[in-house]
């Protein structure tokens, strides 16, 4: 079966400070792999996705980075956090080529100070 | 117009009593339709998903789409304090990858 893991947890970081967020998927091979923030109280926006190794498309202009240096591995980053990164950071994936449904990993909860 | 629509909530209701959770959505392309129950800090979790107009049943939950009208549903029978959570409607056309469309959510409550 299979099961997609994000880690950390919880992190809370200083403004201004560097940023890795990991998340790998277990049991399947070339997955579309995605990256989602979930503010308080509103819905769930889609920052980057990726089809393949070193494929990313940006969906939002911001303060963050992606990137897949391994099939099943999706990384997220900043060189230096703004208050408003403060979030719930969600890693998801699904089976190309349908791409039916999506499936979440347990999240990072992020704030920055 | 956002792609889809879910009544806000929050629902509040008694243990036993039947739950009927909405999302309106605005494009005919979308095809493929989900659930997903999502509990305080925790990631979603996929609770069903469709591609057919009518209803699909799991236990305790169906899910009804109607295609003519836009317009999907999740019931859930017999509510259970376990049940208490935010649910999340979102649709798809597939094949695009990336065109995943997601409701802000309705947050249940069961009451024992």
């Known amino acids: 079966s299979q099961t997609i893991h994000q880690w950390p947890a919880t992190l809370v970081q200083p403004v201004g400070s560097p940023l890795s967020l990991e998340c790998t998927v277990e049991?399947?091979?070339?997955?579309?792999l995605y990256w989602y923030r979930q503010a308080a109280g509103r819905g769930l926006q889609l920052l980057f996705y990726?089809?393949?190794?070193?494929?990313i498309s940006s969906e939002v202009p911001q303060n963050l980075s992606a990137s897949r240096p391994q099939d099943r591995q999706f990384i997220l980053s900043s060189k230096k956090l703004l208050l408003s990164d403060s979030g719930f950071y969600l890693c998801?994936?699904?089976?190309?080529?349908?791409?039916?449904?999506?499936?979440f990993g347990p999240g990072t909860r992020l704030l920055v100070l | 117009q956002k792609e889809v629509e879910q009544d806000p909530g929050p629902l509040s209701v008694p243990e036993g009593a039947i739950v009927s959770l909405n999302c309106t959505y605005s494009?005919?392309?979308?095809?493929?339709f989900m659930w997903y129950r999502q509990y305080s800090r925790k990631g979603p979790e996929l609770l069903m998903y469709t591609y057919s107009s009518g209803n699909k049943e799991d236990g305790r939950f169906t899910a009804q789409v109607d295609k003519s009208s836009k317009y999907i549903s999740l019931f859930i029978r017999d509510s259970q304090p376990s049940d208490s959570a935010t649910y999340l409607c979102a649709i798809t056309p597939v094949y695009t990858g990336n065109q995943f469309y997601f409701g802000t959510g309705t947050s249940l409550t069961v009451i024992p």
């Open positions: 049991g399947t091979s070339n997955p579309n």
């Open positions: 998801a994936w699904s089976v190309p080529p349908r791409g039916e449904t999506q499936y």
């Open positions: 494009n005919s392309a979308f095809q493929y």
């Open positions: 990726s089809v393949g190794i070193g494929q």
